[in-house]
């Protein structure tokens, strides 16, 4: 079983969303049975699995005394990925839980306060030794600041190669248990969802592919590329 931990200081930098949308993703392509984890007190995952008609992925109830136990107990059970969302925090629990992850993943947004905060997030993943990958999230389609930010995060680490744009179908689905890979029509950002699922899955696996850009819509057309700078060009794996 891979154990997946979403995990970022700065709220709303869309851990929740990606928990949610990385986990059905999974579903869908195979590789579950998938179940996630909430660790957050404000439950938003939770709440969102609760308005979920789907039964997959599986919701498991854990507690962060016991989440070596719970994770085991998981793990007997056949689960095949394990998704964690975890509060808006740097604490001892939070370092807890990424002692137990295979792969953390750390969304943030291409925001001043976003990029200030991550350099602290990275730093107790990588004290803790385990790998790390950055996903700009929430980034506005041809806005000169997502280039700028990747140039930051690859300071930092990993980044994956696809950037989630704003989408209001992120959120939209979301409000009845869905994700956009759930709505009637295939959408780009399905496509993102999809990539970045495939990006992780490879990273867990130990399969990276080829070396990519993040790829963002260029004017006029479906995407371009973000210049890099050198190191991050390096960070790319
Ligand atoms: N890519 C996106 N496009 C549009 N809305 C988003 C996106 N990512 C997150 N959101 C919205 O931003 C808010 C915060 O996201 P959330 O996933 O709850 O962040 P976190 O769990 O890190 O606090 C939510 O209302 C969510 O629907
Ligand atoms: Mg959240």
Redesign the pocket.
């Known amino acids: 079983m891979k154990v997946i931990v979403i995990a970022?200081r700065k709220?709303?930098?869309?851990?929740?969303?990606?928990a949610g949308h990385l986990s059905v993703q999974a579903e869908r392509v195979g590789a579950g049975p998938v179940a996630l984890i909430d660790i957050d007190p404000q439950g938003?995952l939770a709440a969102w699995w609760n308005s979920r008609a789907a039964p997959t992925p599986v919701f498991a109830q854990a507690t962060v005394s016991g989440l070596a136990d719970d994770i085991q107990r998981l793990r007997d059970s056949g689960i095949a990925v394990l998704v964690i969302d975890t509060p808006?925090a740097l604490t001892q629990t939070i370092a807890e839980v990424v002692g137990l992850a295979d792969l953390v993943v750390i969304?943030t947004r291409p925001s001043p306060h976003d990029l200030r905060s991550i350099g602290a997030t990275a730093e107790l993943v990588e004290h803790l030794g385990k790998p790390l990958v950055f996903v700009l999230?929430?980034a506005t389609p041809r806005a000169r600041i997502n280039g700028e930010a990747l140039s930051v995060l690859s300071q930092h680490g990993v980044l994956a190669p696809v950037v989630?744009?704003?989408?209001?179908d992120?959120?939209a689905s979301?409000i009845d248990g869905r994700t956009v890979m759930e709505l009637p029509d295939p959408s780009r950002s399905c496509a993102e969802i999809e990539k970045l699922w495939a990006y992780l899955d490879a990273r867990l696996e130990g399969t990276v592919p080829r070396r990519t850009l993040p790829a963002l819509p260029r004017r006029g057309g479906e995407e371009g590329v973000y210049a890099l700078t050198g190191a991050a060009r390096r960070n790319l794996a």
């Open positions: 970022a709220g709303g930098s869309g851990k929740t969303t990606l938003s808006p969304p999230n929430g989630v744009h704003q989408r209001i992120f959120a979301m």
